[in-house]
């Protein structure tokens, strides 16, 4: 069974950076497109970037120009840059392939923006 870990999150201060890393235990990448999901508190679990197998990418108004997804298949690992971040980017951030596969939601990785 694939299993996707994410990690990189933390605790940052308004404008500044993080990124995060998604890793497979399987090479699924190569066969899909992977999404970077994150749910805030109180709120569901929403879409925010997607990367297709041939590296095209999409993202949510919200993030458009601050967020860069990558991918490097031979790593098994997706990425999300996260440049100026804001307080409402606050939220537990998840990868999975695109659509989602909800058996392969892992534990996610929690970013606090906060001054």
């Known amino acids: 069974q694939v299993q996707l870990v994410e990690s990189g999150g933390g605790l940052v201060q308004p404008g500044e950076s993080l990124r995060l890393s998604c890793a497979a235990s399987?090479?699924?990448?190569?066969?899909?497109?992977m999404g970077w999901y994150r749910q805030a508190p109180g709120k569901q679990r929403e879409l925010i970037a997607s990367?297709?197998?041939?590296?095209?990418?999409n993202y949510d108004t919200s993030v458009k120009g601050r967020f860069t997804i990558s991918r490097d298949n031979a790593k098994n690992t997706v990425y999300l840059q996260m440049n100026s971040l804001k307080p409402e980017d606050t939220a537990v951030y998840y990868c999975?392939?695109?659509?989602?596969?909800?058996?392969?939601w892992g534990q996610g990785t929690e970013i606090t923006v906060s001054s």
């Open positions: 999975n392939i695109y659509p989602p596969s909800e058996i392969m």
């Open positions: 399987g090479s699924i990448f190569t066969f899909y497109p």
């Open positions: 990367i297709a197998t041939g590296g095209s990418t």
